[in-house]
């Protein structure tokens, strides 16, 4: 079981920057992947960024490419997305994730946390 807490959302300018977190309990966290997830009101969720339980890899929406960062510190059990150029696109629920493998859609994940809310305004 993992436990999954998200926080750092906010309102921001367009423009702007903001720097996600989600911390983590549960046994073995270093050893699954981890995502973030997305959902605009009206909207699917949809894919943000995932890296790998090492961090040897990353995979990255292309609407977010070049903009977010995704990292994770296992001694911290916590992960990251560092949201710089916000636009008022990104507006949405952001959520983390836990996966046994990398992966770009949210069936592969098996545990969510509750979500933050992010709004960019124009």
């Known amino acids: 079981q993992v436990q999954l807490v998200e926080s750092g959302g906010g309102l921001v300018q367009a423009g702007g920057s903001l720097r996600l977190s989600c911390a983590a309990s549960?046994?073995?966290?270093?050893?699954?992947?981890l995502g973030w997830f997305r959902q605009a009101p009206g909207e699917e969720r949809e894919f943000v960024a995932a890296?790998?339980?090492?961090?040897?890899?990353?995979e990255y929406a292309d609407s977010v490419k070049g903009r977010f960062t995704i990292s994770r510190d296992n001694a911290k059990n916590t992960l990251y997305l560092q949201m710089n150029r916000l636009k008022p696109e990104d507006t949405a629920v952001y959520y983390c994730?836990?996966?046994?493998?990398?992966?770009?859609?949210?069936?592969?994940?098996?545990?969510w946390g509750q979500g933050t809310q992010v709004t960019v305004s124009s």
């Open positions: 890296i790998a339980w090492n961090s040897a890899s990353a």
């Open positions: 994730a836990a996966a046994l493998i990398l992966s770009v859609t949210d069936l592969g994940y098996d545990y």
């Open positions: 549960g046994r073995s966290f270093s050893t699954y992947a």
